[in-house]
């Protein structure tokens, strides 16, 4: 029984040497594969891994961009219909997350995008602290009101658009999360005020010109074009289409 406890110890020795052989014979293979061959491999890891990291500054840019001229949006607004501190910071923080919270509920994202981000809430309070200690009548901020939402709905259909494609939407519905995006925050602001919302008013042109841009975003994205250059243009195309058919009082047809 010892002569054979031993025989098998041997045997299974011998079997790890051939394994532990064979294993360094392949990792010398590798080492030894030609230069040009990693070289390769690693031009592309240089080329794919500062276009993510770019995409993703960009991004992040946008949203942080888009949520501060939310709230300077809903906070304003709040002024107009004469709301305290505490009123104008729920419209502030309603205008610049109620879209989004509406599109991570319909998508699945849990949690939503707001909730843990201590920036966004800062950016927030910052748009009702900038609001509150500018001491003007609101009449003289109209025109203010209006280039900060043109501005808004720009970039929050850009963000839309890229969330719902990174969760596997397809185009069309990626297109219908941009507009809710954009959109939807402030309609619920409005719906607050016990105002028309301007996503329901007769001649503006307000979710079909983020409908638009985000349309040539999906279009610019099958093209050879950067991803941020893409997300650039949709960005203008919407604010240039908003201020562009309010200027010239363009409208759709009545029903």
């Known amino acids: ?17 051939q394994v532990k052989l064979a294993i360094d014979k392949l990792v010398s293979t ?22 993510i990291f770019s995409l993703m500054s960009l991004l992040q840019f946008i949203t942080y961009a888009g ?10 607004k709040a002024r107009a219909y004469k709301m305290d501190v505490f009123g104008g910071t729920v419209l502030a923080f309603v205008t ?13 994202i849990r949690p939503v995008n707001w909730v843990n981000d201590n920036f966004a809430l800062i950016l ?13 009548n609101v009449n ?46 402030g309609l619920i602001a409005d719906v607050i005020c016990s105002a028309i919302p301007n996503l ?8 079909t010109a983020c409908a638009i841009g985000g349309g040539v975003y999906l279009l610019l994205k099958r093209t050879p074009l950067e991803y941020n250059t893409n997300l650039a243009i949709c960005v203008i195309v919407v604010v240039g289409i908003r ?3 309010k200027r010239k009082r363009l409208t759709l047809p009545d029903i």
Request: proline share 2%; with cysteine; glycine share 12%.
């Open 1 to 17: 029984m010892g002569e054979l406890l031993r025989r098998f110890i041997r045997n299974d020795d011998c079997c790890y040497c």
């Open 30 to 51: 590798k080492e030894s594969a030609p230069v040009f061959g990693a070289g390769k491999m690693q031009n592309r890891k240089s080329l794919i891994l500062p276009g």
């Open 67 to 76: 949520t501060f001229v939310f709230a300077l949006t809903g906070a304003f």
């Open 96 to 108: 610049a997350y109620g879209g989004g919270t509406l599109r991570d509920l319909f998508i699945g």
């Open 124 to 136: 927030v309070f910052a748009g009702t602290a900038f609001t509150f200690l500018l001491k003007e």
């Open 140 to 185: 003289r901020f109209k025109r203010t009101i209006f280039y900060t939402d043109a501005i808004g709905l720009g970039l929050f259909t850009a963000w839309g658009i890229e969330v719902a494609l990174r969760n596997g939407l397809n185009d069309i519905y990626s297109l219908v999360m941009g507009v809710l995006t954009a959109t939807f925050g």
């Open 200 to 207: 329901l008013k007769k001649g503006e042109l307000y979710a």
């Open 243 to 245: 201020i562009y058919s």
